[in-house]
């Protein structure tokens, strides 16, 4: 049987100063870990770090902590490295806005956390953004195939170290 944690989304009031240091800590890392995962051959599409801990702030701090996260942390590191290159920019804040929303969305209905629910909120997140990719951004179904299974590893990451980052978020 999987197990799941019982969850409350801590919506994040932003008039605590705490609350303004761990949303940085989240773009923060959203910044750092792509850095990082650049210097491996296509690491970017394979490890998806970009929305690591826009998973995260979604699904364990709301909404707002997500869509927040997702936004400017695409958008700071391109101000401060040029990456996402700016003809990709578009397609990162859209795929990590919807990852940022199906999160928030399965853990406000569920109030649950679960390696399948994350596995959902995933493969959720990557089929749209496969699918925007497939008609809109590249638009190629095969390279977005490619893409997609490129990308398996990264989707693990996120759903395994995401629940076992959550899971310490809720104690």
């Not at 902590?65 to 101000?79: E, H, K, Q, R, Y």
């Not at 638009?139 to 989707?155: D, E, K, Q, V, Y």
Request: glycine share 6%.
């Amino acid at each position: 049987m999987i197990k799941s944690t019982n969850i409350t989304i801590k919506e994040l009031n932003f008039s605590y100063l705490k609350n303004f240091l761990l949303l940085g800590l989240f773009i923060t890392g959203n910044i750092i870990l792509p850095a990082i995962c650049h210097y491996i051959p296509n690491g970017g599409i394979m490890l998806l770090p970009m929305f690591f801990f826009t998973l995260i702030a979604a699904y364990k701090y709301g909404i707002k902590a997500g869509l927040i996260t997702a936004i400017l942390s695409p958008v700071i590191n391109f101000m401060i490295f040029g990456m996402p290159a700016i003809e990709f920019l578009p397609a990162i804040l859209i795929k990590s806005s919807s990852l940022a929303l199906i999160a928030w969305f399965v853990a406000k209905k569920t109030h649950k956390l679960s390696i399948l629910l994350l596995a959902f909120v995933v493969v959720s997140s990557q089929t749209f953004a496969f699918l925007l990719d497939g008609f809109i951004f590249l638009p190629n179904f095969n390279l977005a195939f490619t893409n997609l299974l490129i990308s398996i590893p990264g989707m693990l990451i996120q759903i395994f170290a995401g629940y076992f980052i959550i899971k310490k978020l809720c104690k």
